[in-house]
């Protein structure tokens, strides 16, 4: 059975401290891996899409890695405004249809 | 500009009264779903569907219909809401590289 496991489940970080979000996965095949921001109260956010190991990507102070076993997300001298949080999810081909299967997620907290 | 909307974004209601959350997208997408949140269990798939007049059951489809009779339309319905079904709700539109998520409803059942 595919699963997710993010961590860690929350992170609290000063301004300016950098830090990496991990996402493990377990598949039998992997099309995409995903990762998402979420404000509270809000609908996910998408960031980047990561298809095949040492694809990396990359958008303003956040870069999304990924191996065969997980994925990182790397955030650089974060500011308040990074606090969210982060999710990841997983297209695997041999699922029926596609399906994407979302990690709990990490609830990130920068403090100014 | 490529969006997904939802309507009512805020709902309280009683046991038993239907009701339905209207889900609308723009970027002529074939695949369409919606999740439920809950704390400490994540995002968990409702219904799905592939294309028009197709649709299929996600991991918690209990209590919950969906119909798909146009491309940009994939409406939820709630033929008798209980109070476990509160919750936070999205719908999703997807292209086979991204997926937008609507604003969500956040249901209350009384």
């Known amino acids: 059975e595919d699963q997710v496991t993010q961590s860690p489940e929350a992170l609290r970080l000063q301004e300016g401290e950098s830090s990496s979000l991990n996402c493990s996965y377990t598949v039998s095949g992997l099309r995409g891996l995903f990762w998402y921001r979420q404000d509270p109260g809000k609908g996910p956010e998408f960031l980047f899409t990561l298809y095949s190991a040492g694809e990396e990507k990359e958008k303003e102070r956040l870069k999304a890695t990924l191996t065969k076993k997980e994925s990182f997300l790397h955030i650089t001298a974060p500011k308040p405004e990074d606090s969210a949080t982060y999710l990841c999810?997983?297209?695997?081909?041999?699922?029926?249809?596609?399906?994407?299967?979302f990690g709990k997620g990490t609830r990130l907290h920068i403090l100014p | 500009e490529a969006q997904v909307t939802q309507n009512p974004r805020y709902l309280i209601t009683v046991t038993g009264k239907k009701l339905t959350v209207t889900c609308s997208q723009n970027m002529n997408h074939e695949y369409m779903s919606w999740y439920r949140q809950d704390p400490g269990l994540g995002l968990r798939q409702i219904y799905y569907s592939m294309n028009v007049e197709v649709t299929d059951k996600g991991d918690v489809p209990e209590g919950y219909k969906v119909s798909r009779k146009e491309k940009r339309n994939f409406p939820l319905i709630l033929e008798s809401p209980s109070p476990n079904q509160t919750s936070l709700y999205f719908c999703?539109?997807?292209?086979?590289?991204?997926?937008?998520f609507g604003p969500g409803t956040r249901l209350t059942v009384l």
């Open positions: 999810a997983v297209q695997d081909p041999m699922n029926r249809d596609d399906k994407i299967i």
């Open positions: 999703a539109s997807s292209s086979r590289t991204e997926q937008f």
